[in-house]
């Protein structure tokens, strides 16, 4: 099967298509409904800014999701994200066409995604509609473990599969992309983490969701969620677009980047998140 016929199979010809212009002083879009996400703050650790949030009450969050995905799994929502459900017609179209490229570059029917930190399996559920049907897919979901057990129990099938260990699938199956889709700036040390994804040596690598700006250092605030979503406020980073960048460059080189539907708002300076497509050096 030739390249262009397989990423046509994969995916419709919109998916080439996003240039959409965003409303850059609005924090976040959700299926039409515009939601301001805050944050304040310029903390000189992860542990000062936990200190300085309310925290949040991790098992209804999780119960709001999975009640949420289980609407989206019977058919009766689109898709969902950060435990509120849309019937818009939106879809991620810049990751559908880097998982695309990739499926094509195997020149195989076929694509391995771990997906650190993806919730219930909110991306599957998200873009598993716009892979044709005889495209053989494998999803692996690395969570918390409250996570990995209702997933298992509500939504694990022979594609979409839950773990408790990046390491648990790695010693199963070397899988084609890393997506870190909305994670890593919510994590406590995100350069290390990137560290290890490094030594995974896994082909592809999708950052997605995050919040790179435009200056030299990493920034410490505290993200206020707005009781719309679920009420919560915990640690989140804005983290410097050329030392992420350049952190990766040694094992990693950039394929595109695209415009995500996302941007955040900090100290009256707009932040847009943008998907970053990688290649390893090795592959």
Request: hydrophobic share 40%; charged share 25%; proline share 5%.
């Amino acid at each position: 099967m030739s390249y262009a016929n397989l990423v046509r199979r994969l995916t419709p010809p919109l998916v080439w298509d996003f240039g959409k212009r965003r409303l850059p002083h609005v924090v976040r879009a959700l299926g039409g409904h515009y939601t301001h996400i805050r944050f304040s703050g310029d903390y000189r650790s992860f542990a000062e800014a936990r200190q300085a949030s309310a925290g949040y009450d991790a098992p209804a969050i999780l119960e709001k999701t999975r009640e949420a995905l289980l609407k989206v799994k019977r058919g009766q929502s689109r898709w969902e994200r950060d435990a509120m459900v849309s019937d818009s017609e939106d879809r991620p179209w810049a990751l559908l066409a880097c998982l695309s490229r990739i499926a094509a570059a195997k020149r195989t029917a076929s694509i391995h995604v771990l997906d650190f930190g993806g919730s219930l399996g909110s991306a599957y559920f998200w873009c598993r509609p716009f892979f044709a049907p005889e495209i053989s897919v494998r999803w692996d979901v690395v969570e918390q473990p409250e996570h990995v057990k209702a997933g298992r129990k509500d939504f694990e099938t022979e594609e979409l599969r839950f773990a408790f260990r990046v390491e648990d699938v790695l010693a199963q199956q070397r899988p084609d992309v890393l997506l870190l889709s909305g994670v890593l700036h919510y994590l406590e040390e995100p350069e290390a983490f990137l560290e290890t994804v490094k030594s995974w040596r896994i082909p592809y690598l999708l950052l997605d969701r995050t919040p790179l700006w435009n200056h030299a250092r990493h920034r410490i605030t505290v993200q206020q969620v707005p009781e719309e979503i679920y009420e919560a406020s915990y640690p989140a980073w804005f983290l410097s677009r050329e030392r992420i960048l350049s952190g990766l460059e040694t094992d990693y080189q950039i394929l595109c980047r695209a415009p995500d539907a996302e941007a955040w708002e900090i100290d009256g300076e707009v932040v847009q998140n943008t998907l970053y497509f990688f290649q390893h050096g090795g592959v």
